[in-house]
């Protein structure tokens, strides 16, 4: 027949505690007991009272009501002096250091070893104890430093070194690993099991489930202000405890634990906003490119227009030459001159008008983005004989003027300067008669 172990005896009653701030019920009727040489998980979401129960019991803030037992004996607690000489320490969230002092005058502040001549301090034995303190946390840290030149993480180790140093048998822990590496956090749980091996009892606050399923023996949960359930850690699991927390289902429990079951969705978010950027600039590249190759083209398309325009401009002069000089008399006494000059006239004709088709079908080419507006360009000379044989208005334009301002942008001032846009060898396009 087996014998039910007895449950240790309780070193921390905490009954029936009220506590409201004005317009606020910060506790209502919240019950916690510790037991000897236990560390008991105190969690809840953020406001759900646990600072201001750990504050009571360390006499930074009065309760309304209720009653606090320490080892079955009712104490009054109304001062944190009165907390430490009832043996209670905590461990704040917010560190509660002096920056200009160092760090073993910090852990001793407030009771400083006396040296032999009354009024002095024994600086010898402070820093050698505040060392061996330190020490034991697995920290290294020199405890002549001053606080305002450590970390974060610095500065809380000092914070539980002073607590420990205290040799008190109550301490409260209120988030101390948040800004602990895990290399410190190790030693801290190396230190509160040799804490909890001396008989010491610890109340851990902590959002990381985590570390409490490791070093926890049970657990309470609060929420708004109320006490929910006290369990065994080893009878519950995190979904029920996130449950009891904020009484609905919820994957994601803390934000290490988060980060570890949301990896692989964050992975995937981030995936997709690569492939977004990727596809984002693969576009702009490519617009960037089909942009400039149309541009390219349209320049070629411009060399070729302004070579037809300076032809049709060469044949139109050519032919009002000619017109002239049959006017006045050139070429007579010779046989045929006139029926020769009505032909070479006729053929002139053809040409330009087939100068003129050229130029409207390399128009049409143009992107509509840069459209030859041949209308605005204003002619370099009277082109005589232009209007004579139906060409549009603008033909003797000049090469900047012929340019459209998507084509001339960011080009050379100097018209002469257009190495980029004239071949050097000029081609005749198919099917012009070279003049």
Not at 112 to 119: T, V
Not at 367 to 375: F, G, I
């Amino acid at each position: 027949m087996s014998t039910a172990v007895a449950a240790p005896p309780l070193a921390l009653e905490m009954r029936h505690i009220t506590k409201t701030y004005p317009g606020v019920r910060a506790l209502e009727d919240v019950s916690f007991d510790l037991r000897q040489g236990e560390v008991h998980a105190l969690v809840g979401e953020n406001g759900a009272g646990k600072s201001t129960l750990m504050k009571i019991l360390a006499g930074a803030q009065p309760k309304d009501s209720g009653e606090i037992l320490i080892n079955g004996e009712l104490v009054h607690i109304d001062s944190p002096q009165k907390a430490m000489d009832e043996g209670v320490s905590i461990i704040y969230q917010e560190f509660n250091l002096v920056p200009y002092l160092n760090a073993a005058e910090n852990i001793y502040l407030g009771r400083e070893p006396r040296a032999a001549i009354p009024g002095f301090v024994d600086f010898g034995t402070m820093y050698r104890e505040s060392q061996r303190i330190i020490d034991k946390l697995g920290v290294r840290l020199n405890v002549r430093t001053p606080v305002n030149r450590l970390s974060i993480a610095q500065q809380q180790m000092v914070e539980i070194g002073k607590a420990t140093s205290k040799e008190c048998k109550i301490i409260v822990m209120d988030e101390p690993s948040a800004t602990l590496t895990e290399h410190e956090l190790q030693s801290l749980f190396a230190l509160i099991r040799q804490l909890k091996g001396e008989g010491v009892s610890i109340v851990y606050i902590s959002h990381r489930l985590e570390e409490i399923f490791e070093i926890c023996d049970r657990v309470t949960v609060l929420r708004d202000g109320h006490w929910i359930a006290t369990n065994e850690i080893a009878d519950l699991d995190r979904e029920q405890i996130i449950r009891l927390m904020v009484a609905r289902e919820l994957k994601q429990m803390t934000p290490k634990e988060a980060e570890k079951g949301d990896k692989q969705t964050h992975k995937e978010k981030q995936t997709q906003i690569e492939k977004k950027q990727t596809a984002s600039n693969a576009l702009q590249e490519s617009l960037t490119t089909s942009l400039s190759k149309q541009l390219v083209a349209s320049f070629l398309l411009f060399s070729e227009i302004l070579q037809v325009q300076e032809q049709l401009m060469v044949a139109a002069s050519v032919a009002q030459s000619q017109s002239d000089g049959g006017s006045s008399g050139i070429g007579i006494g010779m046989g045929g001159a006139s029926t020769g000059s009505q032909s070479q006239q006729t053929q002139r004709d053809v040409e330009i008008r087939a100068h003129i088709e050229l130029l409207m079908t390399l128009m049409k080419q143009v992107p509509s983005a840069c459209l030859l507006d041949l209308t605005s360009a204003t002619p370099a000379t009277a082109g005589a004989g232009s209007g004579a044989l139906g060409a549009p208005a603008g033909l003797g334009a000049s090469a900047d003027a012929a340019l459209p301002a998507c084509a001339t942008e960011g080009a050379p001032k100097d018209p002469t300067d257009r190495a980029d846009l004239k071949p050097t060898t000029p081609t005749t396009p198919t099917g012009l008669v070279t003049f």
